[in-house]
């Protein structure tokens, strides 16, 4: 069984200050993949990142950043210099390879960026 | 014009009602999903199918029955509408294939309210 955790329900921020969104996995498989996903206030599903299982490298993208370490089972997301147009619920997800392309996702975080 | 699109957009029934939403795509994938998203709970697959005549239970399926009309085509029922059955509704598709992974697109979702 897979399973997501995001223990993060709702983050306040204010402008330019940098946060961080955890997300913790569980899964059995050696093969797998993550997720995040932006969820503006539109309520539209906006794909972020993927990473595989054997790509422990972190990744930077802008004023995004993601930090990918088995050792601790966790996928963690770094926004950089915030800004209001930041606010959203964002949500980390995970497939395995055995999962059928189903995707199991954390229950989300509320991220308020307040100018 | 978007490659997921669902209709309607926003609903609201009231309980014991039969509500339909409906689910077209351009990209020519052959697998469909429905998802719901409750608050704090994520998304979580209520059925999905990898092709016309496949069709799989998911997560949370009781209360909901699906029909793959075509190719582009995955509607989601709801025999008779209850109260708890008022979520975000999300269609997504994805393409089969030998690789362990193929991203799923979604649509813009479909807000229901069962009063």
């Known amino acids: 069984a897979q399973k997501v955790t995001q223990a993060q329900t709702e983050i306040s921020v204010v402008e330019k200050e940098d946060v961080t969104l955890d997300c913790v996995y569980e899964t059995r498989d050696t093969t797998y993949y993550l997720f995040w996903y932006k969820q503006p206030p539109s309520g539209e599903l906006v794909f972020l990142i993927r990473?595989?299982?054997?790509?422990?490298q972190n990744e930077i993208s802008g004023r995004y950043s993601w930090n990918f370490q088995k050792s601790t089972s966790s996928f963690n997301f770094t926004i950089t210099a915030s800004q209001v147009v930041d606010s959203a619920v964002y949500f980390c997800?995970?497939?395995?390879?055995?999962?059928?392309?189903?995707?199991?996702f954390g229950g989300g975080t509320r991220l308020m960026v307040k100018p | 014009d978007a490659d997921v699109t669902q209709t309607p957009r926003n609903r609201i029934t009231k309980t014991g009602k039969r509500i339909m939403l409906e689910c077209s795509q351009t990209k020519g994938h052959d697998r469909m999903y429905w998802y719901r998203q409750d608050p704090g709970l994520g998304l979580r697959l209520i059925y999905y199918s990898f092709d016309v005549k496949d069709i799989n239970k998911g997560e949370i399926s009781d209360g909901y029955s699906v029909s793959r009309q075509a190719q582009a085509k995955f509607s989601l029922s709801l025999e008779s509408a209850i109260p708890n059955q008022t979520a975000l509704y999300f269609c997504?598709?994805?393409?089969?294939?030998?690789?362990?992974?193929?991203?799923?697109?979604f649509g813009p979702g479909t807000r229901l309210t069962v009063l």
């Open positions: 997504a598709t994805s393409e089969p294939g030998a690789s362990s992974y193929n991203e799923q697109f």
């Open positions: 997800a995970l497939t395995a390879l055995n999962a059928g392309n189903m995707l199991t």
């Open positions: 990473r595989n299982s054997f790509d422990e």
